[in-house]
């Protein structure tokens, strides 16, 4: 919008227009407590008070206007706040956005941590159900063997 040394000079221009409409208010007020008024010149004070007073009102609204936006973080010429808002945000949302992807990658490890321990289970599983196996074709084969043995021993003895 403007400068902040325009904005000084408006606030500067409205309190000279404050001070113009209670001039304007008290002139319209001796006139009237005259004993021989003027009514011409006491109407022509009050329009001038009311005048200046709606002008007043007007300025000062817009100043109240900028200051609102300047404190919520509205965009405005002038101003860094709202940029400044918007950086601190991203910010934000990056730290976010790092955290949730760490979490994942945590559940993820932590998955598969889990899959390999299935895995070497099983593999172990196998490898002695394998080596039991073996034992007993080896156990088989050996009292095969045995029986075979006690068999020419038997008719031997």
Known sequence: MTAPMERIQTLDLIEKDIINCLMSAGQA?????KEKSSQKHAEGQTDT???????????LTEQI?????????????GSGYASQKVLQMAWHRLEHA?????????????????????????QAALTSGG???????????????????????GTTG
């Open 29 to 33: 007020l001796m006139e009237l407590s």
């Open 49 to 59: 008070f009311l005048k200046t007073l709606a002008h007043v009102e007007s300025k």
């Open 65 to 77: 206007n900028y200051l609102t936006q300047v404190s919520t973080g509205q965009p405005h010429e």
């Open 98 to 122: 790092r955290s949730r992807v760490n979490e994942l990658e945590r559940i993820k490890n932590k998955h598969l941590q889990g899959r390999a321990h299935v895995l070497r289970q099983q």
């Open 131 to 153: 080596a039991c196996q073996q034992t007993q074709s080896t156990n088989a084969g050996m009292q095969s063997q045995v029986g075979q043995t006690q068999g020419m021993s």
